[in-house]
DNA sequence: CTGTTAGCGCCTTCAT
DNA sequence: ATGAAGGCGCTAACAG
């Protein structure tokens, strides 16, 4: 409980070696000169001891610590996990500690955002944010570093890091419109906007307008299990008819790929399905699901990396869009 | 960079308030008697100021931070990040939160844990621990709570969760005898000795003992992309005769279903396939793949919850040890 | 009910 | 090259 925990301090060090505990302050850091032979006195007693300085201290004293906030939606998505570990592995890589938030809605992101800011991290990196623009104040007040991933809605002055699926969303549904498909159905979670989804919708819309296609905006959560049921009975009442599907992630794709495919329909002879945000099951999934890809891996890296840079010096570029490929595998014609 | 933050300090507050700092501590923890006339005169200034108390003072005053570390390898297998999701709604829950340190292999396993140290987390939790003793003794010495995922070698005397994956596998590979398998291929990472996956070779073997199959050991980096290639050239040069392949995960068991479609093959006719740590992917592969199931979330919540209770109060039954059920799908025939 | 004071563990001038 | 002392922001007795 609270009870207070034996932890052996930079004091029992000093008197260990007996120095004072400035100088076991200074070999630590490595700063100022210490001679060597007492400096070694320090290290043993350091080993001898098992003293580990503490970060809360050290952050107090210096008003600095090693803590990164990353504030992200709970639902584990395989495609934020792998933000994520680009996130982590660069994190560890320049010596923070990346400290997780997680969020359910938009009251839980306040929340969340105190629980950031309480920990006096050095910057945040916030995933898709659904942060108002009072909970943004917050940052800006204290200038806090802060790196975005996923569109800006809020046009704060901080890092930016995108992924412009957009743009080959168009090309897609503009080669579909010329190879003749006339309905296509998008898959819309009513509730959530997360997915770096914002203009998906809007994309699709304009594409369709000056033609004859009929866009079909269908509202179900993004859950595989959900949407497979669904298919399955859809496609049970009514045969599919050369229509296209878009999913916002890949496996939601193989939802509605596995449905047709378990009634006996074949994919993209019967109906063609894409998923935006492409993961290893595009690969995985046979027939394999034809989406848009980019690196997650590296959206996540690329993001930390911009916040350590804007830890360390001015950044003048703190925008990052990254382009996609739409890779067309087996799931559509074009 | 390390300019001091200019954050608004419990001092500020009071002086906003006309009180002294001790009666803001008050209001903040909602400890012992406040008026609340004067109570709301520092809640007003609380949020005038937008003051956030510093979890790093208020740490280093109780000696008690919320801070939960949990140390985990840095590949993100979607099964981890399940575990992960678990464990940090539960830190969620219980208002702690998850700080992460992950590792690459032993040696940066020892840094880890000296990072976990540092942070004056609460308790921790370790998957899979690749920890050696002299690891160990540093948390037992300041008598951390430490809760292990996964096989516990070093019989620490501390939480325990582990998932059984053994007796079902046994299980499955006895039945798979009595229907008449001849050839068993075991797909093992020579390198990395994760996923819970000690005693799995060991099962193996002493199922296969007293029988007439041929075991044999593949080792072969445990990746989608290795294994898929590996066995479209096995399969090219050699078509498969009625064996069966058992990977450690189901995406590596379907990459050596993939290979043999790929070329023509049929699973499980021509050979079967079983992946044994199941994700979602197994329900969403074609054909589905046999695995053995258990709630990996359930798993990672579970173990955050012993941890919570062990950082509350005095914990009696330190061990929770989960059974699978072999799930029999489309890639095996028993 | 409220204010005063002494730490928590460490860093950082300022002397020596 | 080393030591002494003040302070980081907060909590927790202890007085009043």
Redesign the pocket.
């Known amino acids: 409980m609270?009870d207070?925990?034996?932890?052996?301090?930079?004091?029992?060090?000093?008197k260990e070696a007996?120095?004072?505990?400035?100088?076991?302050?200074?070999v630590?850091?490595g700063?100022?000169?210490?001679?060597?032979?007492?400096?070694k006195l320090v290290r043993d007693a350091i080993d001898k001891l098992g003293?580990?300085?503490?970060?809360?201290?050290?952050?107090?004293?210096?008003?600095?610590t090693t803590n990164i906030g990353i504030v992200l939606p709970s639902p584990n998505y395989v495609y934020i996990n792998n933000i994520m570990a680009g996130m982590m592995d660069v994190c560890k890589i320049y010596g923070y500690s990346p400290l997780i938030f997680t969020f359910e809605d938009v009251e839980d992101a306040a929340r969340a955002v105190d629980s950031v800011l309480a920990s006096r991290v050095e910057g945040i990196v916030v995933f898709n944010s659904q942060l108002t623009s009072s909970d943004v104040a917050k940052f800006t007040k204290i200038s806090l570093p802060v790196v975005i991933i996923g569109k800006d809605k809020l046009s704060i002055k901080n890092g930016l890091v995108d992924v412009d699926y957009v743009s080959e969303l168009k090309r897609f549904i503009n080669e579909e419109i010329k190879g003749g498909i006339k309905d296509i159905y998008f898959l819309k979670d009513p509730k959530k906007d997360w997915h770096m989804t914002n203009g998906y919708e809007e994309a699709i819309v304009s594409c369709v307008e000056k033609s004859k296609i009929n866009l079909h905006i269908i509202e179900i959560a993004d859950s595989y299990n959900v949407i497979y049921d669904y298919f399955k009975e859809k496609f049970s009442n009514q045969k599919p008819n050369h229509e296209l599907y878009i999913a916002t992630r890949d496996s939601l794709g193989t939802a509605v790929v596995n449905a047709g495919l378990d009634l006996g329909y074949s994919v993209p002879m019967d109906y063609e399905v894409m998923g935006i945000i492409s993961t290893k099951n595009s690969i995985m999934s046979r027939p394999q699901m034809s989406s848009i890809n980019v690196d997650l891996y590296e959206v996540g890296s690329i993001a930390m990396r911009m916040l350590t840079k804007m830890l360390t010096s001015i950044v003048n570029k703190k925008e990052f869009i990254f382009t996609t490929n739409y890779i067309k595998k087996e799931t559509t014609k074009f």
């Open positions: 609270a207070k925990k034996n932890r052996t301090t930079i004091y029992q060090v000093a007996n120095v004072s505990l400035a100088t076991v302050s200074r630590i850091n700063k100022g000169n210490v001679n060597e032979e007492t400096a003293y580990i300085p503490s970060v809360l201290a050290r952050g107090l004293a210096t008003s600095y």
